[in-house]
């Protein structure tokens, strides 16, 4: 399976994962495809915000081919329950 594919999958899981699943994803799919963050921290009140680019920068110094397959990897690892 190729990185497109999955991430489509994802998408389109008919249950949603834990908030912190999600995270795992947003995290190594922004990576793949953006490389690494170099965004402004959101402030302490944007928890939401906050939370999403601490998954993204988790990653930082990963290439985007090694976010790519591990994002393959997580998908395949929660597709069983969620799709």
């Known amino acids: 399976m ?3 594919t999955a991430a489509e999958k994802a998408k ?3 249950k949603t994962p834990t908030n912190d699943e ?3 994803f947003y995290g190594l799919y922004k990576q793949a ?3 690494d ?3 402004a921290e959101p402030g302490a009140l944007d928890l ?3 939370a999403k680019w601490s998954a993204w920068s ?3 110094g990963l290439s985007q081919d090694a976010a ?3 994002y393959i990897a997580t998908y395949e690892k929660y597709a069983p329950k969620y799709a």
């Open 2 to 4: 190729d990185f497109n």
């Open 12 to 14: 389109n899981f008919t």
């Open 22 to 24: 999600f995270l795992e």
């Open 33 to 35: 495809t953006v490389g």
């Open 37 to 39: 963050n170099n965004t």
């Open 48 to 50: 939401k915000g906050k």
């Open 58 to 60: 988790k990653h930082k």
């Open 68 to 70: 790519k397959a591990a």
